[in-house]
């Protein structure tokens, strides 16, 4: 089914064609015809597939037909994401799909000078996308009012309350419209998404494409058992022997993401770190600059998981794994996106058996194991059983490497 059939008008597909769109995926087939129909939405779907074209897009058919002007300090449309990275890179997509129509749009983040995004909103903004704080904060300085809007969408819904924004949630929805059209994205449809989903939404039509096979990135997953102080070693030999030219790399803290880097410099490799500790005009051009190739190795600690949407991110490395499993899924998602094929490489010590095997049991299936010739583990990561809760970290059995590889 092609993007015309779906009810946009030629100045959308204009710039979809523009962007190299051809066919829409299978939550834009579902999602984009409901929201035009003006129907509330209950959604799941899987990082990299979409998600973002699928609400923005029928939004800006529906905008580009209003007919009351937009009064100042008023918005249409109001986007809450659980990042700063998030928002920007939403803000930065209704910009390329709004190219040929008279829609404007805004990112309000924290970590930047507000009175900037105060001026922006004096004349009124159609799509607002914002962030939780952020908007609270503008709401409490009577920088803008909800009485035009007629629709909002949290999108990564589950990640909002996952950071604890359940009650910064409650207090906008208070102030908005009873009747508006609601529209709610998440990675999946958990018990928690779906118990705010009665307190947010009306009657939402429910779509879930989040564990379609058809719909899945196309991400090659294996690791490395190694031991924990041999990490870092590792991930040097890997980037030089390998000549890898960009990976997105996953730790735990910010005083490890600065360490880590400090010991690749000293080893010829350049990386920079991306956590919560820098400003974020500084976190801005990072990402910039690594989506434009100047910088080929960022060392990010978990903020960076839903906010860094690159067409062309070759791989992922976890070189901690995350605590939640779901917080893997969103890592890894960062590749393999808009249909390309991406590889995702965990290291894992013994310490980490925990951790994989929750990983493994919400992904149904055993990650690929390998070794590297050299760095073979000295405590062996136990053999892993689908489905198995270790009490601890100690296991009956240990893994016999069935293929050695040399890198």
Same mark, same amino acid.
């Given at each position: 089914?092609?993007?015309?059939?779906?009810?946009?008008?030629?100045?959308?597909?204009?710039?979809?064609?523009?962007?190299?769109?051809?066919?829409?995926?299978?939550?834009?087939?579902?999602?984009?015809?409901?929201?035009?129909?003006?129907?509330?939405?209950?959604?799941?779907?899987?990082?990299?597939?979409?998600?973002?074209?699928?609400?923005?897009?029928?939004?800006? @058919?529906?905008?580009?037909?209003?007919?009351?002007?937009?009064?100042?300090?008023?918005?249409?449309?109001?986007?809450?994401? /659980?990042?700063?990275?998030?928002?920007?890179?939403?803000?930065?997509?209704?910009?390329?799909?709004?190219?040929?129509?008279?829609?404007?749009?805004?990112?309000?983040?924290?970590?930047?000078?507000?009175?900037?995004?105060?001026?922006?909103?004096?004349?009124?903004?159609?799509?607002?996308?914002?962030?939780?704080?952020?908007?609270?904060?503008?709401?409490? @300085?009577?920088?803008?009012?909800?009485?035009?809007? *007629?629709?909002?969408?949290? *999108?990564?819904? *589950? #990640?909002?309350?996952?950071?604890?924004?359940?009650?910064?949630?409650?207090?906008?929805?208070?102030?908005?419209?009873?009747?508006?059209?609601?529209?709610?994205?998440?990675?999946?449809?958990? /018990?928690?998404?779906?118990?705010?989903?009665?307190?947010?939404?009306?009657?939402?039509?429910?779509?879930?494409?989040?564990?379609?096979?058809?719909?899945?990135?196309?991400?090659?997953?294996?690791?490395?058992?190694?031991?924990?102080?041999?990490?870092?070693?590792?991930?040097?030999?890997?980037?030089?022997?390998?000549?890898?030219?960009?990976?997105?790399?996953?730790?735990?803290?910010?005083?490890?993401?600065?360490?880590?880097?400090?010991?690749?410099?000293? =080893?010829?490799?350049?990386?920079?770190?991306?956590?919560?500790? #820098?400003?974020?005009?500084?976190?801005?051009?990072?990402?910039? *600059?690594?989506?434009?190739?100047?910088?080929?190795?960022?060392?990010?600690?978990?903020?960076?998981?839903?906010?860094?949407?690159?067409?062309?991110?070759? =791989?992922?490395?976890?070189?901690?794994?995350?605590? @939640?499993?779901?917080?893997?899924?969103?890592?890894?998602?960062?590749?393999? =996106?808009?249909?390309?094929?991406?590889?995702?490489?965990?290291?894992?010590?013994?310490?980490?058996?925990?951790?994989?095997?929750?990983?493994?049991?919400?992904?149904?299936?055993?990650?690929?194991?390998?070794?590297?010739?050299?760095?073979?583990?000295?405590?062996?990561?136990?053999?892993?059983?689908?489905?198995?809760?270790?009490?601890?970290?100690?296991?009956?059995?240990?893994?016999?490497?069935?293929?050695?590889?040399?890198?």
């Amino acid at each position: 089914m092609p993007f015309s059939k779906l009810g946009l008008s030629t100045p959308i597909l204009q710039a979809l064609s523009e962007r190299a769109y051809q066919q829409p995926t299978p939550i834009q087939q579902q999602a984009i015809p409901a929201i035009l129909a003006g129907k509330n939405l209950l959604a799941a779907a899987q990082t990299g597939t979409g998600k973002t074209a699928s609400f923005v897009l029928p939004i800006l @058919q529906k905008l580009s037909k209003a007919q009351t002007p937009l009064r100042g300090k008023r918005i249409r449309v109001l986007i809450l994401t /659980p990042t700063r990275e998030l928002a920007v890179q939403v803000e930065e997509n209704i910009g390329h799909y709004a190219k040929h129509l008279e829609i404007s749009s805004l990112a309000m983040v924290g970590g930047v000078d507000a009175e900037p995004q105060k001026q922006a909103l004096i004349y009124g903004v159609d799509i607002l996308v914002a962030t939780p704080g952020r908007l609270l904060d503008m709401i409490h @300085q009577r920088a803008l009012h909800f009485d035009q809007l *007629d629709t909002l969408v949290l *999108d990564e819904a *589950d #990640r909002m309350l996952d950071m604890g924004f359940i009650d910064d949630l409650e207090k906008i929805l208070q102030r908005l419209p009873e009747q508006r059209q609601s529209l709610l994205f998440s990675a999946t449809l958990s /018990p928690q998404i779906k118990r705010l989903a009665k307190t947010t939404i009306e009657n939402p039509l429910e779509i879930n494409v989040a564990s379609s096979s058809d719909n899945s990135p196309k991400i090659e997953q294996w690791l490395i058992t190694v031991d924990k102080d041999k990490k870092s070693a590792l991930l040097s030999q890997m980037i030089i022997d390998n000549n890898w030219q960009q990976a997105l790399i996953f730790i735990q803290t910010k005083h490890g993401s600065a360490k880590l880097v400090s010991q690749l410099e000293k =080893r010829g490799i350049q990386a920079e770190a991306f956590h919560s500790g #820098r400003s974020q005009a500084s976190r801005s051009k990072l990402l910039a *600059d690594f989506k434009s190739g100047e910088v080929q190795f960022v060392v990010a600690t978990g903020i960076a998981a839903r906010g860094i949407d690159i067409d062309e991110l070759s =791989r992922v490395v976890n070189y901690d794994l995350p605590d @939640q499993a779901d917080d893997y899924i969103h890592r890894i998602g960062r590749t393999g =996106r808009a249909g390309a094929v991406g590889e995702a490489i965990s290291f894992v010590s013994k310490d980490d058996f925990r951790n994989l095997c929750s990983i493994e049991s919400r992904l149904g299936q055993l990650i690929e194991r390998r070794v590297v010739e050299g760095l073979e583990p000295k405590k062996e990561v136990p053999i892993s059983i689908l489905n198995h809760r270790p009490k601890s970290n100690k296991g009956s059995g240990h893994y016999k490497p069935r293929n050695k590889v040399s890198h």
